[in-house]
């Protein structure tokens, strides 16, 4: 773990434990953090494979620990690995999560099993790993944390209301967070439709936001692991929920 300053943007020497980073936005996430320099603990709940073949793909040192965040345990094997194999954390990027497509008008379609889910991972597992990783974090020169959330924290929109309500949930965490618990830094990137393996057949809202969005279409992984990067380098810099939409928000 480091304790020297550094220029922004060069992270060499920091400990960087990005969750849900076999794919999506966690890859991508997971790729800027080591090609600037930092240990990267790539995790994912069950796709191991996949997580491994990030962890091996990247050009810095790094690790892959199969831990789902939701778990009793799981918390506790990711830390606990991440520290005996680089031996402390700087950087949290929480971006594992869970959902599926349920009409916000369907109150039958969103069981309470559904509910359930979606708030063990997004919310219980998220809180659950952050509030055991502040202690460790603290012994870092610049300890921070980013949470992926979603414009559905911040708008009435998303894949269900049980999602959109977790992601608020999330942006209001980060929030309570900074203002509590400096000098750990918390912030949240909030994207708009990102596309993913799991958005590739949302044609028609991809369709519906390259139309309305004043930047004339929808974010890679690679936009949103910019915003973490911007996040993770500022450092004054804290209780921020960037939007990261192209815009749509806006209009």
């Known amino acids: 773990m480091s304790t020297n300053d ?3 943007g060069d992270l060499s020497g920091r400990v960087a434990l990005v969750t849900g980073s076999s794919s999506g936005i966690g890859e991508a996430t997971a790729h800027r953090l080591s090609a600037l320099g ?3 603990v790539v995790n994912s709940a069950s796709s191991v494979e996949a997580g491994q073949a990030v962890s091996e793909a990247l050009p810095g040192e790094s690790a892959y620990i199969q831990a789902d965040i939701a778990s009793e345990e799981g918390p506790a094997r990711l830390l606990e690995g ?4 680089f031996g402390g954390l700087d950087i949290l990027v929480n971006n594992a999560g869970w959902t599926t497509v349920i009409p916000h008008e ?3 379609g969103l069981t309470d099993d559904v509910f359930e889910k979606t708030f063990d991972v997004n919310v219980f597992g998220t809180w659950k790993l952050t509030k055991a990783a502040i202690p460790l974090l603290r012994e870092s020169s610049d300890p921070n944390v980013v949470t992926i ?7 009435p929109v998303g894949s ?3 999602y959109a309500m977790s992601k608020a949930a ?5 929030v309570l967070l900074a203002r509590a618990h400096g000098p750990v830094r ?3 990137v909030a994207p708009g439709l990102v596309d993913t393996p799991w958005t590739a057949d949302w044609d028609a809202v991809r369709r519906s936001v390259q139309r309305r969005a004043p930047l004339g279409r929808t974010a890679s992984p690679e936009d949103c692991a910019d915003a973490v990067i911007s996040l993770v380098s500022a450092r004054y810099v804290t209780g921020q929920v960037l939007v990261v939409d192209g815009g749509l928000t806006i209009v």
Do not use: Q
Request: glycine letters at 4%; hydrophobic letters at 45%; proline letters at 3%.
């Open 106 to 108: 369907d109150l039958d």
């Open 38 to 40: 930092a240990k990267v």
């Open 160 to 162: 269900s209301v049980a």
């Open 170 to 174: 999330l942006n209001h965490m980060t």
């Open 82 to 85: 991440t520290v005996e194999h």
């Open 149 to 155: 959330t979603s414009i559905a924290g911040v708008r």
């Open 6 to 8: 550094s220029i922004p």
């Open 186 to 188: 918390f912030n949240a």
